[in-house]
């Protein structure tokens, strides 16, 4: 028999370090930039804070960046961070990716 596949501490979502995101949910900040809130985990097994940032791609070029952080996040604790960004709103079909720039 095969044995199973190796799960990673992330279940399946985009991670970096000891932080997963749960949810990502963009909007219009009101002034035309990108805002929003992004639901993270912490996999690890100590508390962290940590800055994060997300970079939006369309058709393979970056578009945008937004960053947020979380202050004194449990083990297994998921948090929802208010992004920020001075970059114009993302709007259509993107991808993107998820960096922990510092954790501490």
Known sequence: PT???PSNSYGGNP??????VEVLQ???DG???IGGIVRVRNVGS?????LFEITFFKNGRIV?????????VAPG????????SQDPMVSGTFRYTFQVSAEF
Do not use: E
């Not at 991670?15 to 997963?20: I, N, S, T, V």
């Not at 100590?46 to 940590?50: L, N, T, Y």
């Not at 998921?78 to 920020?84: E, F, N, Q, W, Y």
């Open 3 to 5: 044995p199973p596949a």
């Open 15 to 20: 991670g970096d370090k000891d932080f997963a």
């Open 46 to 50: 100590v508390q962290r804070s940590a």
């Open 64 to 72: 945008g960046t937004a960053q947020g952080s979380a202050d004194t």
């Open 26 to 28: 963009i909007k219009d």
């Open 77 to 84: 604790q998921t948090v929802t961070v208010d992004l920020l």
């Open 31 to 33: 002034l035309g930039d």
